[in-house]
């Protein structure tokens, strides 16, 4: 006989639905919580900027509370609660680690922290200008790096550290610094930037330069302060190996430098366009009008291009030269004084027409 089928039960239909809102329950909870995880860990977090990159800078010695107050006041991050849950989860406000980091726009929070924690800050690439006083030095290393302007000077004034460490001192320390370009951690202190500066220094001075330096018997400090006389003279390469033949033959041959550069180090001013006799009386051992031989430290930080244009010098029997009249900025030279004064008096007609005195 046929099966008579019973309708089902409500009580069956009940739990059927009470299982699928369980399973819709447990889907949007899932749901959730993915998204939570996912803007939590993985989100983009970075502030996009149209003005480039951006940085977070965390001075040494800072606490976790003024990485956070660094980034709300920059507005670094799009969600900075997110961060601030995340790197205690991490443990991260134990090791705060100084430095400069770049923050990519589409860096998350887990991208972040990692980052943070292990360090990985980014280096700092600039060029050293060359100098004539070290205060200018340290205002350009403090503009670009954490070191304080006020520590490094102090070093640079300290002659027990400078020979100790350098065996130079206060006179000859600009020898040490070689403009151009550095690449460096932004967290470098004062001490660690002259340590730098040092190995690079060290860099230069290869085996070959120091052979030269001695076959011209200059010493590699001596080397430089005729650099920095080279050029101070001169900004056409061209010149300068032929300005270093001019006075390597007056070093040579006993006659005193003459260099006006040095006279305007002496009299303290770089502006002075013409040279009077009265300047030429300045009691100073950087007067090579008075003083025979190289004056005691440099008159500015000596580039490569000078160091070896003094170390490669132009050899030839030239005694004087005069800057053109033209303007070109090249030099006439001469082999006598009497030709000397034949191109000086043409550029001191010049300096008449346009009325320079001083």
């Given at each position: 006989?046929?099966?008579?089928?019973?309708?089902?039960?409500?009580?069956?239909?009940?739990?059927?639905?009470?299982?699928?809102?369980?399973?819709?329950?447990?889907?949007?909870?899932?749901?959730?919580?993915?998204?939570?995880?996912?803007?939590?860990?993985?989100?983009?977090?970075?502030?996009?900027?149209?003005?480039?990159?951006?940085?977070?800078?965390?001075?040494?010695g800072a606490s976790f509370d003024d990485v956070m107050q660094s980034i709300e006041r920059q507005d670094l991050l799009l969600e900075p609660e997110t961060f601030f849950w995340l790197a205690q989860q991490r443990d991260y406000p134990q090791h705060v680690r100084p430095g400069r980091y770049l923050l990519n726009f589409e860096e998350?929070?887990?991208?972040?922290?990692?980052?943070?924690?292990?360090?990985?800050?980014?280096?700092?690439?600039?060029?050293?200008?060359?100098?004539?006083?070290?205060?200018?030095?340290?205002?350009?290393?403090?503009?670009?790096?954490?070191?304080?302007?006020?520590?490094?000077?102090?070093?640079?004034?300290?002659?027990?550290?400078?020979?100790?460490?350098?065996?130079?001192?206060?006179?000859?320390?600009?020898?040490?610094?070689?403009?151009?370009?550095?690449?460096?951690?932004?967290?470098?202190?004062?001490?660690?930037?002259?340590?730098?500066?040092?190995?690079?220094?060290?860099?230069?001075?290869?085996?070959?330069?120091?052979?030269?330096?001695?076959?011209?018997?200059?010493?590699?400090?001596?080397?430089?302060?005729?650099?920095?006389?080279?050029?101070?003279?001169?900004?056409?390469?061209?010149?300068?190996?032929?300005?270093?033949?001019?006075?390597?033959?007056?070093?040579?041959?006993?006659?005193?430098?003459?260099?006006?550069?040095?006279?305007?180090?002496?009299?303290?001013?770089?502006?002075?366009?013409?040279?009077?006799?009265?300047?030429?009386?300045?009691?100073?051992?950087?007067?090579?009008?008075?003083?025979?031989?190289?004056?005691?430290?440099?008159?500015?930080?000596?580039?490569?291009?000078?160091?070896?244009?003094?170390?490669?010098?132009?050899?030839?029997?030239?005694?004087?030269?005069?800057?053109?009249?033209?303007?070109?900025?090249?030099?006439?030279?001469?082999?006598?004084?009497?030709?000397?004064?034949?191109?000086?008096?043409?550029?001191?007609?010049?300096?008449?027409?346009?009325?320079?005195?001083?």
């Open positions: 006989m046929p099966q008579v089928l019973r309708p089902k039960s409500s009580s069956a239909r009940l739990r059927r639905r009470v299982i699928k809102a369980l399973l819709l329950v447990v889907l949007l909870v899932g749901a959730i919580a993915l998204y939570g995880a996912w803007r939590v860990l993985w989100k983009p977090n970075v502030t996009p900027s149209p003005f480039g990159p951006a940085y977070l800078y965390i001075r040494t998350s929070n887990s991208d972040l922290v990692s980052k943070l924690l292990a360090g990985q800050q980014d280096t700092v690439d600039f060029t050293l200008d060359a100098f004539k006083y070290k205060p200018q030095l340290a205002r350009q290393i403090a503009r670009q790096l954490e070191a304080d302007s006020g520590s490094l000077r102090q070093l640079l004034q300290d002659n027990t550290f400078l020979q100790q460490r350098y065996h130079l001192d206060t006179t000859t320390i600009l020898t040490l610094f070689l403009p151009g370009a550095y690449k460096l951690v932004w967290n470098t202190s004062a001490r660690q930037f002259l340590d730098s500066a040092a190995a690079m220094h060290r860099r230069f001075w290869t085996p070959l330069r120091r052979q030269r330096a001695d076959s011209l018997g200059l010493s590699p400090t001596q080397v430089h302060v005729l650099a920095s006389i080279v050029q101070r003279e001169t900004a056409k390469p061209e010149d300068k190996p032929l300005i270093a033949g001019v006075y390597l033959n007056r070093l040579r041959t006993g006659m005193r430098l003459q260099a006006d550069p040095t006279l305007l180090w002496a009299i303290g001013n770089f502006g002075v366009k013409r040279v009077l006799n009265k300047d030429k009386l300045v009691d100073s051992p950087y007067n090579t009008y008075k003083n025979k031989g190289l004056p005691p430290g440099p008159i500015t930080s000596a580039n490569r291009q000078s160091l070896d244009a003094v170390l490669k010098p132009t050899a030839h029997k030239y005694f004087f030269f005069c800057a053109r009249p033209d303007h070109s900025g090249f030099s006439d030279f001469a082999e006598t004084f009497a030709i000397h004064k034949q191109n000086a008096r043409k550029y001191q007609h010049m300096l008449d027409s346009l009325k320079i005195k001083r």
